[in-house]
């Protein structure tokens, strides 16, 4: 008989949020039910923890199941039902990512237009430095109270020589 090893909390977390917490026998669920993480393929019969082989069941399908193996059908429709959430949650994962990629470069575009509108004033962007106390300004107030800040600052306080610059920049926010 092969040697039990014991499932970790996290592993039969991931195990029942994957199943809905629902018996995947009788479709019973949290909180009516005690659920139980079941292997598909017995351990007595050489199956082990892998998620793929893990089940969510309620006490009394577990244990009136014992090592009774489910029938192949109904083995391949339930790897199928998890390869196919495990995908649409790697969808969802890259759908995240990108979005946040494109948030990053939409902000950075953001304060590319300040820079480029303060180039175009007195010939001066930003440091490493000031493009991330734009973006600090940009989170705080939003990029359009930034830009008209920008506009009136460089507008009153700035009369063409380099002290003028260092005092509009600072009279942006």
Partial sequence: MAKRKTLSKKIRFEVFKRDSFTCQYCGRSAPDV???VDHINPVANGGDNDIMNLITSCRDCNR???KTELSDSETIK???EQLDELNERRNQL???LEWEQG???FVEDQIDA?????QSTCGQGFSEYGRK????LINKFGFE?????SKISMDRYYDGDEGSTTKAFNYIE
């Fill in 34 to 36: 005690i659920l139980e």
């Fill in 64 to 66: 009136g199941k014992g």
């Fill in 78 to 80: 339930k790897k199928k």
């Fill in 94 to 96: 890259e759908m995240m």
């Fill in 103 to 105: 948030l990053h470069n």
């Fill in 114 to 118: 300040i820079e480029q509108f303060l």
């Fill in 133 to 136: 106390w734009c973006k600090g």
């Fill in 145 to 149: 109270e930034v830009y008209e800040s």
